[in-house]
């Protein structure tokens, strides 16, 4: 299948219409969702995160197409992913630590995480204005201090058979990414919210320290709402990656790269066993 995608890094909203789910599949332009519960924000007026108990329900109405990874409480222990797992969920969204991402009391989950293989998408960087009163907890990081790319990298070092993926382009450290995909082979990048387009033209081009092309190691996310409505703005921007690849690609040497960000390494991501 060429003209497909697997989106990497998508929500849901708490007020979705499943029929949306099963209009997008019949459009066949998305293989599989990626759905990340988002249980650190509160739900106002105008934003609706679901939590993870609804980001399971809608996997469960559309297995295969909907991969549901639950929200890591940074409160609670390694029996919450073991409980998460046991209730369905394929793998974990981790976002707004109270603590860095590599504090060592956090590293019992990631143990369990691998585990349980369990992958873990690591919110990086940048992250979205929000005020304290819309933090389900006062303590949860506001800004991007605490999820530094390069804190991933003792992660990935202490648990080499946990999957790891960095969510976003880890803004403002975005040359932080390449150093974790170029060492470590459990790392791939998910690449969405704030793109530096310039770091990802020259970065696609490289290898990592065992000759992976990085291209193989990015997949294509779109960090978009679904559930309501029809998702026009995600469509528009697969239109937008697929001639990225052909008309900036043209002049690089990025060998299959459009198939491969889009939906090939995701799918191998899935299988692969490090
Ligand atoms: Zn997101």
């Keep these: 299948m060429t003209e497909c995608c697997i989106d990497t890094h ?14 997008i599949q019949a459009d066949g332009i998305i293989k599989q969702l990626w759905l990340l519960a988002h249980e650190c924000h509160v739900e106002t007026a105008a934003y609706h995160p679901a939590t993870n108990k609804q980001v399971l329900e809608a996997a469960k109405l559309f297995p295969e197409f909907i991969l549901p990874f639950g929200y890591i409480n940074w409160r609670k222990g390694p029996e919450q992913i073991e409980e998460l797992k046991n209730n369905g ?9 109270i603590h860095n991402y590599n504090d060592l009391r956090y590293f019992p989950l990631y143990e369990m995480a691998e585990k349980l293989d369990m992958p873990i998408l690591f919110h990086v960087g940048i992250i979205a204005r929000r005020r ?8 949860l990081c506001a800004g991007p201090d605490k999820m530094r790319p390069s804190f991933l990298d ?16 880890g803004v403002p450290w975005c040359n932080e990414l390449f150093e974790s995909l170029w060492y ?4 791939r990048a998910s690449v969405s919210g704030l793109i530096d387009w ?15 092309p990085f291209h193989r190691k990015m997949m294509y996310s779109s960090d978009s709402y679904y559930g309501v ?36 390494n995701a799918e191998r991501f899935l299988l692969e066993k490090f």
Excluded at 240 to 247: C, P
Aim: net charge negative; with cysteine.
């Design 184 to 187: 470590y082979s459990n790392v």
């Design 132 to 139: 304290r009163e819309e933090l389900t907890d006062p303590e």
């Design 89 to 97: 969920f394929f793998g974990l969204k981790a976002i707004r630590p």
């Design 10 to 23: 998508a929500h849901l909203r708490s007020d979705y219409d499943p029929r949306v789910f099963e209009k």
């Design 154 to 169: 003792s992660i990935a070092a202490a648990f080499p058979k946990l999957k790891i993926i960095q969510g976003h382009m």
């Design 229 to 264: 409505g029809e998702p026009e703005y995600v469509y528009r921007g697969i239109t937008f990656m697929r001639e990225f690849f052909d008309r900036v690609g043209m002049t690089y040497n990025w060998g299959n790269a459009k198939e491969d960000f889009m939906h090939g």
């Design 198 to 212: 310039k770091w990802l033209m020259e970065n696609l081009d490289c290898r990592t320290e065992s000759g992976v």
